[in-house]
Each structure stands twice: as structure tokens, then as C-alpha cells.
């Protein structure tokens, strides 16, 4: 199955408490542009995210608030920042990386809520009951080309509000495979947990196709190999 690709820009989310420490109290966040989850827009406003040894400057706030701040970068802003994120889903932010925010009219200490976002695809009912996923599923995607790769531990997300099934990758992900949003990959599907190896086969390209032939075809000589020498042996053993 083709699903589309999203790709996410490091990005906060802020709560109204931490919103009015960075930018003053009573303020109101403008919406500049709404997001393929159309609850979700990103808004004018801007903020600096700051870490032991670099800052990240001029990093996109989108809204609507939510309970608890929420930042998420990639791997090689956290690097930049010297700080250790752990791959989360969104909203699992306990025992995650500290940082500090700094808006015009203040700064905020966060005592977690420092994320690498984890790979995830935001699947509709539909298409979850005909592939046979389930809400927290992990699910494989191929992605083609000469940057190709699979993309594995992909935690499907299914709800009713989901209009179309799209994978959200940041930006060092998509950058590894050369790709950007609006792309399209290949899905896996499973049937009763188990991937079937026609799906598999149909999702790769000639050249792959090849080398997963030339190692079939070393595995199954080597097995040859090795049966003949444990059947010597027996044949050894029983004179
Ligand atoms: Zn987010």
C-alpha cells in the first residue's frame, strides 16, 4: 500500500502557562498556517530552545496550547544543543530531556519535555481494518530510490479523526531517504501479525531484489554445506 509522506520541522508545543512566561501574560499566539491535521496550525510567533552547548534559534510554535510544553528536534539538533532527547511519541514526556525556552519576554525552564518524535503513521479505521493494522502497532515502510532504506518501528496511530493514512518522519529521517513531504512509500501490510513475503518481495526494486537472491543463495550452500558435514560425521559415528 502508498501512503504519503510528512515531513516535521523541530517544532514546540506550548502550554498557556509557559506561552505567557515567554511572551507575556494575557498574550494570544497568531495562527499563520494550518497543518494535514487540520485541528493544528503553526503560528507566526517563534522561540529560541537552548541547551548546554548551542542554541536553536527562530524554532516554529504550533497551536492550538496543549496541557504540558512539548519540544521536538531531531537527533542533530539535540547534538548541536549537547542534549540527550529519547524517541517518544508525542505525549510521552515523562523522564525526557530538560532544555530551556526563551521567548521576548522571558525564559522557561523545562524540567522535561525534550523529544526526538518516534517515527510514527497516522492511520484511518478504514484502512487499519483492511490491512489488518491495530492502533500501536509497529509497521514497516520501504522507501525506493538510491537513498533506499526501511524504514522499521513505525507505531501506527488510529483514530476516527485520521482522514487519510500518511507516515511523519523529521527531517534527519527524511533526509537519509531523500524525501520530503507529499512522497509517496510503501506500506507493509500484515495479515495476523505475520508479513507476508509476496508483500515484501513486491515492495523492492530489481537490484534488491538481486542481492536478497545472491544471499538466499549463499545461506541455503552454506546450510548444504553444513548438513553434509553433520551427515559425515553421523555416517563416522555409526561404523
Ligand atoms: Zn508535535
Partial sequence: MRITVG???????????????????????????????????????????????????????IGPPREHTQVEISKTDSIKLGLKPPARLSGNLEGSESATLIGPKGKVLLKAGLIVAQRHIHMTEKDAKEFGFKHKDYAMVVVKGNRSLVFDY??????????????????????????????????????????????????????????????????????????????????????
Fill in 7 to 61: 515531513v516535521s520541522a523541530r517544532h514546540v508545543h506550548l502550554s498557556i502557562e509557559d506561552m505567557e512566561l515567554l511572551f507575556g501574560s494575557g498574550y494570544e499566539l497568531t495562527p499563520e498556517r494550518y497543518l494535514s491535521i487540520a485541528t493544528q496550525y503553526i503560528c507566526k510567533e517563534r522561540v529560541t530552545v537552548e541547551g548546554p552547548k548551542g542554541k536553536l534559534e527562530n524554532i516554529a510554535i
Fill in 154 to 239: 513505525v507505531v501506527v496511530r488510529v483514530a476516527p479523526e485520521n482522514t487519510h493514512t500518511e507516515i511523519h518522519l523529521d527531517t534527519d529521517e527524511a533526509n537519509t531517504a531523500d524525501l520530503k513531504t507529499g512522497d509517496e512509500v510503501t506500506l507493509l501490510h500484515v495479515n495476523d501479525k505475520k508479513l507476508r513475503l509476496e508483500q515484501i518481495i513486491n515492495s523492492f526494486d530489481e537490484r534488491q531484489l538481486r542481492v536478497l537472491e545472491e544471499s538466499v543463495t549463499t545461506i541455503i550452500s552454506e546450510e548444504k554445506q553444513r548438513i553434509s558435514m553433520m551427515e559425515d560425521m553421523l555416517k563416522s559415528l555409526k561404523s
